[in-house]
């Protein structure tokens, strides 16, 4: 019997050290369960978001890689809906999947624009990454559209019946920064700028516009050398992308030396005024001779190989297209290709 009473109270015993543990255990869950509750609903959280100010910074430049993948988050747009500084006025940004609620942020006169009704903007923006809209108002310099499920991974060009391609990295940051560098440059017109710009003109300056921004967020110059690259590459592979051929104009930026003195430059402007001389002096006559060169080293459908065809630009066009031809063909490969097509050019590499 003596056994028996020993078992029945070691029993007893284990029985109550399992429900006082389960009792332990759930009154530590509670606490836990109380406090996660305290933290997730705070006391203080207003019953309504605080109103939006259209006076904000521009975007914070050491922000600026995180922007893009917040951007692709599908839990969360945060360039959707954000103001940002253009000089003393505003842009909004919008993505087109949220567009309705985007245009209700602008002044209710804007909202009425038969130009600013989200229908039109579609179909503006078509199949395109992004695109800007100026708008004459007081405080409000324009918007910027983009589409994120549009944006080119990759740039493809056919070169000699072969296809090259390069990966592209951030690339609808750098496109939305693209957009908002018109908006900058508009702002200048008239004072820095011409009243008058060109097409061309608006389309390189904006990329002059990333150069700077690029070199404010603290970043490698990878991402501007990747929009050289991309402009190069685009231009060889259709010639209707001559008007956003910026590469002429990027390539006096691309050193180090530049790139450092756009990182400590921290107005746009001050930046533009510094540089705006090492920029080509291109005419029209220039350009429609550049495009004619390129047509006749490009194009598919050229049957007669000329390699003295325009002589005269021939160095200039492979001093501009040498670094991309390197980066997808190979340094080798591409010296060879390059001689064949220019024969006045002596390639050094």
Not at 194 to 205: F, G, I, N, P
Request: a negative charge; charged letters at 15%.
């Amino acid at each position: 019997m003596h056994w028996m009473s020993h078992l029945l109270t070691g029993l007893i015993e284990k029985t109550v050290v399992h429900y006082f543990n389960a009792f332990s255990l759930f009154f530590m869950l509670l606490l836990v369960s109380n406090a996660g509750g305290a933290s997730e609903f705070p006391s203080h959280t207003p019953s309504t978001p605080p109103v939006q100010t259209l006076l904000v910074r521009h975007i914070v430049p050491q922000q600026a890689p995180d922007l893009y993948h917040l951007a692709n988050d599908k839990q969360q747009d945060f360039l959707h809906g954000r103001w940002v500084a253009v000089k003393h006025q505003q842009a909004l940004l919008c993505a087109v999947q949220q567009l309705n609620d985007c245009i209700s942020q602008l002044p209710f006169s804007l909202q009425q624009l038969a130009s600013l009704q989200p229908d039109v903007i579609k179909n503006q923006l078509g199949m395109k990454t992004a695109m800007v809209l100026s708008i004459n108002h007081e405080n409000v310099a324009g918007i910027v559209v983009y589409s994120d499920h549009q944006h080119n991974a990759v740039q493809t060009a056919t070169v000699a019946n072969e296809v090259y391609k390069l990966e592209l990295k951030q690339q609808l940051l750098l496109s939305i920064w693209h957009e908002l560098g018109h908006l900058h440059n508009i702002s200048m017109q008239g004072s820095l700028l011409s009243d008058t710009l060109t097409q061309y003109e608006h389309e390189w300056l904006a990329d002059i516009y990333v150069y700077w921004l690029v070199a404010q967020s603290q970043v490698e110059m990878k991402l501007i050398w990747q929009q050289f690259h991309r402009r190069n590459l685009a231009v060889m592979d259709n010639r209707r992308n001559l008007q956003h051929w910026s590469s002429p104009y990027l390539l006096p930026l691309l050193n180090e030396q530049t790139f450092m003195l756009a990182k400590s430059t921290h107005e746009y402007s001050r930046f533009l005024q510094l540089v705006l001389a090492d920029m080509p002096k291109w005419q029209q006559k220039d350009i429609d001779e550049m495009a004619s060169l390129l047509k006749q080293t490009f194009d598919s459908g050229v049957t007669q190989h000329l390699p003295h065809y325009l002589f005269w630009r021939q160095a200039e066009l492979s001093d501009i297209l040498q670094p991309t031809l390197q980066i997808v063909m190979g340094e080798e490969y591409a010296k060879a290709w390059l001689s064949t097509q220019f024969v006045e050019v002596n390639l050094v590499f």
